[in-house]
């Protein structure tokens, strides 16, 4: 079952303040910082999570428009993981300047650290566990309610 727009939006919210806030919390302490505390970690962390999904929201539609191109009308799986690199640059960019979440003195390298492990463990998790741990979310066209 292809997921429907609606699906994949509520996924992405789902997964991202689920497992990604799991991920981000145990990730955070270990992040390859210089000076901040964990809790200005685990802040810009939270920031990260909330650009994402309201950025990524509206990248789904980009997303759903372009698979209309598609004959089945659906990402193959490595899209999906790819998707990944331009979502990450536009959050990064705003967590950098974007007003009022900017991050001062963020560097790429502690972005990309948790921006990338986030990511993989949360489309990890809608490639496989998800589809166990909630059969109906499959027939549901991806939607939880």
């Known amino acids: 079952m292809t ?3 609606l699906g994949r939006i509520q ?10 806030l799991a ?5 955070g302490p270990f992040l390859p910082l210089a000076g901040p505390s964990v809790g200005a970690v685990w ?3 939270f920031r ?12 789904e539609f980009v997303y759903h428009g372009l698979q209309q191109l598609r004959w089945d009308k659906d990402w193959p799986t490595l899209f999906g993981l790819l998707v990944g690199l331009n979502e990450g640059a536009v959050a990064y960019v705003l967590l950098r300047n974007g007003l009022p979440l ?3 003195g963020l560097t790429v390298a502690p972005f990309v650290w948790q921006f990338g492990t986030v990511w ?7 490639n496989g566990p998800i589809r166990v741990l909630f059969p109906r979310w499959r027939f549901a066209g991806g939607r939880f309610w």
């Open 48 to 59: 990260t999570l909330l650009i994402v999904s309201i950025v990524g929201t509206a990248w």
């Open 102 to 104: 900017a991050i001062p």
């Open 11 to 20: 996924t992405r919210w789902v997964l991202l303040w689920t497992i990604g």
């Open 23 to 27: 991920w981000v919390l145990v990730v």
């Open 120 to 126: 993989l463990v949360v489309w990890a998790v809608s």
């Open 3 to 5: 997921p429907t727009l």
């Open 43 to 45: 802040l810009a962390g």
